[in-house]
Each structure stands twice: as C-alpha cells, then as structure tokens.
C-alpha cells in the first residue's frame, strides 16, 4: 500500500472508530449511558476545543511540511485518542482535513453512510426495545425526508464549512469564513422553505415555531438504536425524546451556560427581537445598528456575537446570550438525564421535527429585522426583457421552458436545441421566438425531436446500507428525481453587450406571495450581446445550490464510485436528489421564478463549472461571491405584493408547473 493510501485507511478508521479494534479479539464495548459526556458542535468550549487541536494538527504539519507533516499531525491524532471527551478528536480531523489544503489534497472524508452507517440508518430499521422509532405522527409521514442520509451530510458538513469558534488556522487567528452569519440564517432558512413544501404535499400545515419555551412539545422523536462510534471504538447511543414533553432548566455540567434557566433564554429571545425590530442593539453599552450579517453571528452565537462570552460557562452578565445554541442544548437535554438526543450533533439534529420548530422560531427573529428594511428598489434592474403572462390565475411566461431527460435526445447540444428549436430567427420560416412552448414535440434538423413538458417527475428510491456491529442489511427509502433542463428566453433591450446574473426561485403556487416560501433553485452569470434575443440553456445538475459533482441514484447504489467521496468543500451543499420537492401523485403546483441581474452582482473563478454550492458554502479561502443579499430578491418584503412587482418589471417572470412523483 502507498504511504497516501495508508493516510486514507488511518482517516477512515479514525472517523468510523474502527481503529481501535484492529487486532483485538473482543468485540467493541457498548457505551450507552456515558460516564462522560459526549463531544457537541453546539456547546461552544466543546468546538472551540475541536479547532484548537485542529489548529494544532496544521502546525504540525506545517512545521514538517508535505505529505510526511500530513502523517505526523495524524499520528499525533492518534496519540489524542481517549484524552479527549467522546467525539471530539473525529470533530478535530473532519476540521483539519476541510480547512488545511495540503491534507485535502491528500486524503478524503468517506461519505456519512459509510463513516457511520449506524448514524444515518432509516428509524424505520431501527426499533430498539421493542418501540417502534421515528417521529410521532402525523411527523412521520416526512421521516423519509428529514432521515434522508444526504440532508443530514450536508447539514453536518456546512458546520464543518462554517465553525462558529472561527476556521482553524497554524497560526491560532480563528476568524469566520465571509458573511459567516448572514449564510447562517440564509442556509437554514432554505431548509425550512424546502421543508415546507414538502409538508404542504402530504397535507400538513409548514413548520410552527417553537417559541413558547414552556409549551409541551406534541411531536416526539425516537431514535431506535440510532448510535456512532468514537474513535476509541465505544458507541454513543442517542435517546429518545417523547412526544408532550417539556424543556427545563438545565442542570449538571450545563447549568452554568448563559440561556440555562429557561427565564434567561427567554430574556435573550425578547432583546434579539427587540434589537431586529428597532434595529439596534439597544441595550449594549454602546449601541450598534443591526445587520443581517451581526443578527446572525448573534443569535447563532459565534465569536462575532455582539456579546461573544467566550469560551468557559462562567460569563453569566450576556444580554444577547447564545440563544440557538443553548436551544440545541434545552432540546437535547429537555430533562437533563444523558445520553443527548439527535439535536445534539449536526449530523442527526435534522431527523428530529423540533429541530424545524427550534430553526423556523431562530428565522422568526431574521424575518423581524427583514421586514423593517426598506424595500429593493429593482430600478437597477438590466436593460432585458423577458416575456410574462396571467392565464385563469396562473402564470403562463412563455419564455421559461422545460425539457426532461426523456424530451431530448440521448445525446444532445443544449445550446444549439436552445437556439434551433426556441430561438429567434430573421427568416420567419425558422423564427419560434414567439412560440409558447407548453408541452409541445418541435422537430429538429437532425429529424430528432424535443419535447417541451410543465411537468417535473421525482421518484421514491430505494439503496441498501450496511449497518456496523452487528453487520446488518437495511434498505432506504429516499427521493429523487428525473433530470430536466432549463431554456429561458431573455431579449437585450439596449444595443450594448449585457453581462447578467441569471437567478432561479421555486414556491408551492399557494405560497407565491409570502416572500420567505421561495427555494433558491440556481444562479448563474450570462452574457448577453447588443440586442440579442438568446435562447439560456442550463442543465439542472449544475444548480449552485448542490454539491458537485451531482450524485445520481446509480451513484449511490454503488458502493465503489468515488464521486460519492467528500472532496472537503468542494462538495459542500445539498444533494442533488433533493433539489425538487417530492410534490404529489397527482401533481403539485408550484411556480418557477426567473429575474436577471447585473452581471457584476457574482463573482465567479473563470472555470465554468465551478465545484462547490456558491449559494450555500461560498467559495474557497474567498469572499461569498454574490454581491447582493443572500436570497435577493426574497430576502424583503413587497409592499405591493410579488405578482405586482413581476408585472411592473420586465427583468422577472415566472411560470406555473407541476411536480409529480412517479410511483408515490
Ligand atoms: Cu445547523
């Protein structure tokens, strides 16, 4: 074996705790009621710790330098093994190998699934003691959706992006990546969009806030047998949390943290929606005007809080506290007896209903401070034009066209379909500029055809995983889709050569007018020539929001495929066989936004395909690269309502289509 090869099996057995148990006879001991408490990304002194031996990890290797100063930072990882609290060192070398480029290059974090396969298993596979696991109903109806393996490595890896004690560095100067706060509200508040629409499909209000914390919670959630294994080869088991019951004060070792007493937390609740409603923070010693980017780093609470208490329990005179943190902490812990419950680990928080509660009350406070700015002012807009129309209600803009995979040929020029078969022509016998395509065959030169659909298809899956200890075959359930492709039409209005940001936006049609409904579906730059009518082909897998490379169901059904390894922040994002909602068996409407902006809103690497999810992660060792607001335009209200604003500019349109899913 190679020397790099050797450094991917010491990563893999690190991450997957199978380390230890090399070479010895007895079988791994089960830990379930932890003598110690285990390692939480959302107890700060807990990740402050991660990036210090992270940190450390990078001065080591830097000292050596190379590949061998990438060997000794992890043997000296090893030699941490078993001195650190229970999951802390696996934590420290998914930090190390993200943010240190010498060891990304070097060695890959494995999948989830494959790390931890126990962690990400259907509830459904995994009743414990008899009881039946998963969400409550009618909860469970989505378990499918909040379990899905993928959702739960992405929202694990975006903390692993975005530490909020700062990035480690060799130097020990742990700053945040750009925009750290902003993207934290922005990232979270896109999971709830999407979560809703999903909820609204199977017939169930969106997500209520949890923002009584004294109000029983009547959805519980039951891990089953859910559990990781340490790198010192012990295994965490997570606890149930049972439907009708209550947070309390925290006692133990987490009495001391700020929000502790629940009359604290909500103490911190009302000044953080005092501050985003006046947009001050009143009450600091001095005050300071509210941004997205300082409500976020605030609330969150990272070290760019406005009142960071630092690492210790014991600074107790904070008046903006650590208030979503100390929520993950009240809800894994809502009756201080440990083992934690799911919400305690970024990998697991989502399968459980009140982590959407706990977000959608977090993203209340953000929707305060958003609803007090004054409104964008789209006066700036691109001098384009792109095509829209109302018919019996719905929105008929005949310049947003769709074609699945099965509508074009096996092989296929997007750009010249785009420009043959929708495009605009001086010769009238070849002009279909004016042509509504909905669901139409067009026939092309080549005698190969094209048809246009309003009708996106996802299908239920199914992959099998291989559970740990004992080894155990389990099947998923999970999500996907049919590939589709976008072909927008856009006209230059001016003569000059226009450079645009293309920006895609999804809502349930029954939600168009509530502007926090809107999923971020892509954004992409396009340049236009001097009255140019052009005929936008975009291929759906290279939406910014996903991770790259897109990963099919063909790819994870197969367990070889390196696509499916982490390549650390590259891959950062949502999966691809999530990006449309499920939808129905009938068919679900929802309404596809399309506005341009200027060209100088993004800043993208020259290479086309740019890796990683710009929306969601931002780009590497750079600044985030969308000048606007994340969410723009949905990231304010419209005083007159979003129909009217589409109306009375010619930069946005918006079309209504179906998502139907094939074999619900
Ligand atoms: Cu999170």
Same mark, same amino acid.
């Given at each position: 074996?190679?020397?790099?090869?050797?450094?991917?099996?010491?990563?893999?057995?690190?991450?997957?705790?199978?380390?230890?148990?090399?070479?010895?006879?007895?079988?791994?001991?089960?830990?379930?009621?932890?003598?110690?408490?285990?390692?939480?990304?959302?107890?700060?002194?807990?990740?402050?710790?991660?990036?210090?031996?992270?940190?450390?990890?990078?001065?080591?290797?830097?000292?050596?330098?190379?590949?061998?100063?990438?060997?000794?930072?992890?043997?000296?990882?090893?030699?941490?093994?078993?001195?650190?609290?229970?999951?802390?060192?696996?934590?420290?070398?998914?930090?190390?190998?993200?943010?240190?480029?010498?060891?990304?290059?070097?060695?890959?974090?494995?999948?989830?699934?494959?790390?931890?396969?126990?962690?990400?298993?259907?509830?459904?596979?995994?009743?414990?003691?008899?009881?039946?696991?998963?969400?409550?109903?009618?909860?469970?109806?989505?378990?499918?959706?909040?379990?899905?393996?993928?959702?739960?490595?992405?929202?694990?890896?975006?903390?692993?992006?975005?530490?909020?004690?700062?990035?480690?560095?060799?130097?020990?100067?742990?700053?945040?990546?750009?925009?750290?706060?902003?993207?934290?509200?922005?990232?979270?508040?896109?999971?709830?969009?999407?979560?809703?629409?999903?909820?609204?499909?199977?017939?169930?209000?969106?997500?209520?806030?949890?923002?009584?914390?004294?109000?029983?919670?009547?959805?519980?959630?039951?891990?089953?047998?859910?559990?990781?294994?340490?790198?010192?080869?012990?295994?965490?088991?997570?606890?149930?949390?049972?439907?009708?019951?209550?947070?309390?004060?925290?006692?133990?070792?987490?009495?001391?943290?700020?929000?502790?007493?629940?009359?604290?937390?909500?103490?911190?609740?009302?000044?953080?929606?005092?501050?985003?409603?006046?947009? &001050?923070?009143? $009450?600091?010693?001095?005050?300071?005007?509210?941004?997205?980017? !300082?409500?976020? @780093? %605030?609330?969150? +609470? /990272?070290?760019?809080?406005?009142?960071?208490?630092?690492?210790?329990?014991?600074?107790?005179?904070?008046?903006?506290?650590?208030?979503?943190?100390?929520?993950?902490?009240?809800?894994?812990?809502?009756?201080?007896?440990?083992?934690?419950?799911?919400?305690?680990?970024?990998?697991?928080?989502?399968?459980?209903?009140?982590?959407?509660?706990?977000?959608?009350?977090?993203?209340?406070?953000?929707?305060?401070?958003?609803?007090?700015?004054?409104?964008?002012?789209?006066?700036?807009?691109?001098?384009?034009?792109?095509?829209?129309?109302?018919?019996?209600?719905?929105?008929?803009?005949?310049?947003?066209?769709?074609?699945?995979?099965?509508?074009?040929?096996?092989?296929?020029?997007?750009?010249? &379909?785009?420009? $043959?078969?929708?495009?605009?022509?001086?010769?009238?016998?070849? !002009?279909?500029? @004016? %042509?509504?395509? +909905? /669901?139409?065959?067009?026939?092309?030169?080549?005698?190969?055809?094209?048809?246009?659909?309003?009708?996106?298809?996802?299908?239920?899956?199914?992959?099998?995983?291989?559970?740990?200890?004992?080894?155990?075959?389990?099947?998923?359930?999970?999500?996907?889709?049919?590939?589709?492709?976008?072909?927008?039409?856009?006209?230059?209005?001016?003569?000059?050569?226009?450079?645009?940001?293309?920006?895609?936006?999804?809502?349930?049609?029954?939600?168009?007018?509530?502007?926090?409904?809107?999923?971020?579906?892509?954004?992409?730059?396009?340049?236009?020539?001097?009255?140019?009518?052009?005929?936008?082909?975009?291929?759906?897998?290279?939406?910014?929001?996903?991770?790259?490379?897109?990963?099919?169901?063909?790819?994870?059904?197969?367990?070889?495929?390196?696509?499916?390894?982490?390549?650390?922040?590259?891959?950062?994002?949502?999966?691809?066989?999530?990006?449309?909602?499920?939808?129905?068996?009938?068919?679900?409407?929802?309404?596809?936004?399309?506005?341009?902006?200027?060209?100088?809103?993004?800043?993208?690497?020259?290479?086309?395909?740019?890796?990683?999810?710009?929306?969601?992660?931002?780009?590497?060792?750079?600044?985030?690269?969308?000048?606007?607001?994340?969410?723009?335009?949905?990231?304010?209200?419209?005083?007159?309502?979003?129909?009217?604003?589409?109306?009375?500019?010619?930069?946005?349109?918006?079309?209504?289509?179906?998502?139907?899913?094939?074999?619900?």
């Amino acid at each position: 074996m190679t020397q790099t090869g050797d450094l991917q099996t010491k990563v893999n057995d690190i991450l997957s705790g199978h380390g230890k148990e090399k070479g010895a006879s007895a079988p791994t001991p089960v830990e379930t009621a932890a003598s110690q408490r285990h390692f939480s990304p959302f107890v700060n002194e807990d990740l402050e710790r991660a990036v210090a031996l992270a940190s450390e990890l990078m001065r080591i290797a830097e000292n050596k330098g190379g590949e061998a100063g990438v060997v000794s930072a992890l043997q000296e990882i090893e030699q941490k093994s078993g001195t650190e609290i229970p999951g802390l060192v696996q934590y420290a070398v998914k930090l190390f190998i993200t943010h240190y480029p010498q060891a990304r290059a070097l060695v890959k974090v494995k999948p989830l699934e494959e790390r931890q396969p126990n962690l990400i298993a259907p509830s459904k596979a995994l009743k414990f003691a008899g009881e039946e696991a998963g969400s409550t109903p009618p909860e469970n109806i989505l378990d499918f959706w909040r379990e899905d393996p993928l959702i739960n490595e992405h929202h694990e890896h975006w903390h692993i992006v975005y530490p909020m004690s700062g990035r480690p560095s060799p130097s020990g100067g742990y700053e945040l990546g750009d925009r750290h706060g902003e993207l934290f509200a922005y990232m979270h508040e896109q999971m709830i969009a999407r979560y809703d629409a999903e909820r609204l499909a199977v017939g169930l209000s969106r997500v209520d806030r949890f923002s009584d914390y004294r109000a029983t919670i009547p959805q519980g959630y039951n891990p089953g047998n859910l559990r990781l294994r340490n790198d010192d080869g012990t295994w965490y088991q997570f606890r149930a949390r049972p439907a009708g019951a209550t947070i309390s004060d925290l006692t133990g070792d987490f009495a001391k943290r700020p929000g502790a007493k629940l009359v604290n937390q909500e103490a911190f609740r009302d000044r953080l929606f005092e501050a985003a409603k006046t947009g &001050i923070f009143q $009450e600091l010693p001095s005050q300071k005007p509210v941004k997205i980017d !300082n409500l976020g @780093n %605030t609330e969150e +609470a /990272n070290i760019n809080s406005v009142d960071y208490y630092g690492s210790g329990n014991e600074k107790n005179n904070l008046i903006y506290g650590n208030h979503h943190n100390d929520g993950h902490i009240h809800l894994m812990l809502f009756d201080n007896i440990s083992p934690f419950g799911v919400m305690a680990e970024t990998a697991t928080a989502v399968r459980d209903p009140i982590f959407w509660r706990w977000h959608k009350h977090v993203d209340s406070i953000f929707h305060t401070w958003k609803e007090q700015q004054p409104p964008h002012d789209f006066s700036d807009a691109p001098p384009v034009k792109i095509r829209k129309a109302t018919t019996n209600g719905k929105a008929t803009s005949l310049d947003i066209i769709l074609c699945r995979q099965d509508g074009l040929p096996a092989e296929f020029n997007g750009e010249q &379909i785009a420009s $043959e078969a929708f495009g605009y022509s001086e010769n009238p016998e070849q !002009n279909n500029w @004016n %042509t509504d395509f +909905a /669901n139409t065959t067009v026939k092309l030169s080549s005698g190969e055809t094209v048809t246009t659909t309003f009708e996106l298809l996802t299908q239920m899956e199914q992959r099998q995983i291989q559970l740990d200890d004992p080894p155990e075959t389990v099947t998923i359930d999970y999500l996907s889709h049919d590939d589709f492709y976008y072909f927008i039409r856009v006209e230059n209005s001016s003569d000059q050569i226009q450079k645009l940001t293309v920006r895609i936006f999804l809502a349930p049609e029954t939600e168009v007018e509530d502007w926090s409904s809107w999923i971020e579906m892509d954004k992409f730059l396009y340049r236009l020539d001097g009255s140019q009518r052009a005929v936008i082909f975009r291929r759906a897998d290279l939406s910014s929001v996903i991770r790259k490379p897109a990963l099919r169901p063909e790819d994870l059904a197969n367990p070889d495929s390196s696509l499916r390894d982490q390549q650390p922040w590259c891959d950062c994002g949502w999966p691809y066989t999530m990006l449309l909602p499920r939808g129905t068996r009938e068919g679900m409407e929802f309404r596809l936004f399309v506005m341009f902006s200027s060209g100088d809103d993004l800043n993208l690497p020259e290479q086309p395909e740019c890796c990683t999810s710009i929306s969601y992660c931002g780009l590497q060792d750079t600044d985030y690269p969308d000048k606007r607001d994340m969410g723009y335009p949905f990231n304010r209200p419209f005083p007159k309502g979003i129909s009217s604003a589409i109306a009375q500019y010619d930069n946005m349109a918006w079309r209504t289509i179906q998502i139907r899913c094939k074999n619900l």
